[in-house]
Every structure is written in C-alpha cells, then in structure tokens.
C-alpha cells in the first residue's frame, strides 16, 4: 500500500526538533531510520500529518565512553553499536543482541533509539538495555530529563516519554568483564521472537557472583527476571544449578498467546531459554 499524505520535515538541531514536534502535536511522528514506521505508515495503521526526521542531527549519533558508563545516541545505528569495540568490551549483551536483530539491511539503516521508542515488547533491545540497568535521556518543550530503564516501558508499544519529547541518547553502565549472552527461539530466520532471553553473569572461580536477566515477549512489555537473578548469585555455573534457578524464569510474568504459541509454552521456553543464556554467558 501507499501512505497517506504527510508534510516531511528535516531540522538539523535537536531544538528545532523539539520545537517542530510541539507545533505539530498528535499530528506529528518522529522518523530515524524507518524501520518501524514505515510498515505502519504503508498499511495505513498510522496516518500523521507531519513526520519529522531526526536523521540529520549530528548530537543524535555517536557512541562515547563517559566514565562508569556509554552513551549512545538515539540515531545511531544498529550495525555501528553492535560493532562497536567500546560497546563490545563495556556491555557486550548489547552488541550479541542486535546481531539477532533483524538481517543486515535493517541494522544498517535502523537506530538503536527509534528501536528503544518503539516499544514492542517482542523487540530484541528492550530486555538487554533493562537487564542492564540503562537510563535515557530525552527531550521536550520543558527541557531534558533522565527516565530510567524500570520506568520507560510503559505498556505495549508505549513508553513513559511525552507526545512532545523525543529520545536524545540512552547511557548503559558498563558491565567491563562479564559474561553476556542473548537467547533467541524463532520458528524462521530474521522472526520476531517467541520468547528470548538476555543474560549478562559475573563469575568468580567458577561461582556466579552477579547476574543480570531480561525476557523479551513475555508481558506488554521487557521483562527484568530478578527472582532469577536473586536465585544465581552464589550458585556454581552448572547445568543443575543454573537449571533450578531458571526455574523461576516466568515469575510475575504475562505472556502473550498468538499463532507462536500460547502462555504455558512460552513460560517454558522462558526457563528453558534462560537456562541457556546464562550457562552460555558464564562460560565467557
């Protein structure tokens, strides 16, 4: 299908891009690298006025190292943060995360922040930024404030960001030395996930010291599996007792039921996954 009609927009500063999006309301949409919205806006589930491309903004991109932290800027590119050499030595469940994402034409052109803004709790980036601990900083007509990651996914498809804010970067803390591994069941190649499972584990001689769990597809929206995370600490990194802590994956959860599968399979998948992720995390 062909889109709607829309007035397109290109500022070149992230005011201006503030500014646009408070003129334009609920009429407007923010645009990076389309992964997202374009699909939505060729079926004609969306149909805004005016879309507002944040491409063109130099303090959107990039990667630094600021201190116990990186700072990754909301356009900056799936491909570019996944490889990374500070993204790779700092947080490594972000770059084996985004290389289950999609196929390369999208890492290419989608961004690691309009992925984040969309939502979609079957999105592969959601649970590792929130296992992780990240914060993000966005922008609005009322200046910038910093959500942290328990706070920013709201519902499905939903964050706890304004109409009138935009993403500006997200600073994940490092996690130099860990283990990290993302876990993903699909039925096809390049599918959204039934259930995955992002696992970053520090290990001293062999015992689990500190772990970190996210569940991707298990609820409205990314999953932080602390009873998990709670039950590792201390245990040996073996398949028996990594086995009876994943046992406890899909606590508190709600999954979805679809054509995939429904609630009770994907609980299992959870456990079963999570079991996995971490073993494979402890053995880096």
């Given at each position: 299908?062909?889109?709607?009609?829309?007035?397109?927009?290109?500022?070149?500063?992230?005011?201006?891009?503030?500014?646009?999006?408070?003129?334009?309301?609920?009429d407007a949409k923010i645009i990076a690298g389309g992964q997202s919205l374009l699909p939505v806006l060729r079926m004609?589930?969306?149909?805004?006025?005016?879309?507002?491309?944040?491409?063109?903004?130099?303090?959107?991109?990039?990667?630094?190292?600021?201190?116990?932290?990186?700072?990754?800027?909301?356009?900056?590119?799936?491909?570019?943060?996944?490889?990374?050499?500070?993204?790779?030595?700092?947080?490594?469940?972000?770059?084996?995360?985004?290389?289950?994402?999609?196929?390369?034409?999208?890492?290419?052109?989608?961004?690691?922040?309009?992925?984040?803004?969309?939502?979609?709790?079957?999105?592969?980036?959601?649970?590792?930024?929130?296992?992780?601990?990240?914060?993000?900083?966005?922008?609005?007509?009322?200046?910038?404030?910093?959500?942290?990651?328990?706070?920013?996914?709201?519902?499905?498809?939903?964050?706890?960001?304004?109409?009138?804010?935009?993403?500006?970067?997200?600073?994940?803390?490092?996690?130099?030395?860990?283990?990290?591994h993302y876990e993903k069941f699909v039925r096809v190649a390049h599918q959204w996930p039934i259930v995955a499972v992002?696992?970053?584990?520090?290990?001293?001689?062999?015992?689990?010291?500190?772990?970190?769990?996210?569940?991707?597809?298990?609820?409205?929206?990314?999953?932080?599996?602390?009873?998990?995370?709670?039950?590792?600490?201390?245990?040996?990194?073996?398949?028996?007792?990594?086995?009876?802590?994943?046992?406890?994956?899909?606590?508190?959860?709600?999954?979805?039921?679809?054509?995939?599968?429904?609630?009770?399979?994907?609980?299992?998948?959870?456990?079963?996954?999570?079991?996995?992720?971490?073993?494979?995390?402890?053995?880096?």
């Open positions: 299908m062909i889109p709607a009609d829309f007035d397109y927009l290109a500022p070149t500063t992230l005011d201006e891009a503030v500014a646009a999006l408070a003129e334009h309301g609920d004609r589930l969306n149909a805004p006025e005016v879309l507002i491309d944040v491409g063109r903004i130099e303090g959107l991109r990039g990667i630094r190292d600021d201190g116990d932290a990186l700072v990754i800027g909301a356009t900056t590119t799936h491909h570019t943060v996944s490889g990374d050499p500070l993204v790779r030595k700092h947080a490594a469940l972000i770059a084996k995360a985004i290389e289950h994402l999609a196929d390369a034409q999208v890492r290419h052109r989608g961004t690691f922040g309009g992925a984040l803004s969309h939502a979609d709790p079957a999105g592969d980036l959601g649970a590792p930024v929130l296992a992780l601990g990240a914060e993000f900083l966005v922008a609005g007509p009322g200046g910038r404030r910093t959500i942290a990651a328990d706070d920013f996914f709201d519902d499905f498809f939903t964050t706890s960001m304004a109409d009138d804010e935009l993403l500006v970067e997200v600073r994940i803390p490092k996690y130099t030395g860990w283990g990290a992002a696992a970053a584990v520090r290990t001293e001689g062999g015992t689990i010291a500190e772990a970190r769990v996210g569940l991707t597809n298990m609820d409205v929206t990314p999953v932080r599996a602390r009873a998990v995370e709670e039950a590792l600490v201390g245990l040996p990194a073996t398949d028996e007792a990594v086995r009876q802590a994943a046992a406890v994956a899909a606590d508190g959860t709600n999954p979805p039921t679809d054509l995939n599968g429904d609630a009770d399979y994907r609980r299992h998948l959870a456990a079963v996954l999570t079991r996995r992720a971490v073993l494979a995390a402890a053995e880096v």
